[in-house]
């Protein structure tokens, strides 16, 4: 071979022969990565097709969750809300409709019918809680952002719809542990009488 190449010398460097022997390592080359990019190939559509089984399993559960939310009607989705979050919606539907939420230096305001749901003031426990409380009536969309600075919201239809039908058994829920009621008259009356 190498006796092949010094008495072909001028051939072998002239421009035909680095064409050819560059066609040559090319075409082998070309035969290589074709054989190792099918076997990428059957490699990535292998992952594909598990990624697109696991996507249309999500998809299903969640289709689920959406059928049973509307078949249920909205009493299946009213009951799991916590109770702060159907405080701060019944705040803002009895009150004009908005929640803002306010962020400053010294702390945090979440404000609903005339009411700053964080107290203590300046509480990050407090303000932590009031903002799950929103982020739960916006996942609902029972909220929508009002602008573009993320500080008003205000209540959908939905909003006001869901508020409605919680309302009589917030109310009732609440009025519950107050005093018992007095059995035979009003004092007042009783002091008359002596």
Do not use: C
């Not at 009607?73 to 004009?96: M, P, R, Y």
């Amino acid at each position: 071979m190498i006796d092949w190449l010094i008495e072909n010398k001028a051939w072998f460097f002239s421009g035909a022969g680095v064409a050819i022997i560059g066609a040559i390592w090319y075409g082998v080359r070309w035969l290589w990565s074709a054989k190792r990019g099918k076997k990428a190939a059957v490699e990535a559509m292998n992952r594909l097709q598990a990624e697109n089984a696991s996507l249309r399993k999500q998809v299903a559960e969640l289709e689920a969750l959406v059928a049973s939310t509307d078949k249920g009607g909205q009493q299946g989705a009213e009951a799991s809300f916590t109770d702060d979050a159907k405080t701060l919606l019944l705040a803002a539907k009895n009150g004009d409709g908005y929640i803002v939420y306010h962020r400053y230096m010294t702390g945090a305001a979440v404000q609903a019918g005339n009411r700053n749901f964080i107290n203590p003031e300046n509480s990050a426990r407090e303000e932590s809680r009031w903002k799950a409380a929103l982020n739960e009536l916006l996942a609902r969309r029972l909220a929508e952002a009002v602008g573009n600075k993320g500080t008003s919201f205000r209540l959908t239809k939905r909003g006001y719809e869901v508020a409605d039908e919680i309302e009589p058994t917030t109310a009732k829920t609440q009025a519950e542990p107050s005093a018992p009621p007095a059995l035979g008259g009003s004092v007042a009356g009783d002091q008359g009488k002596q």
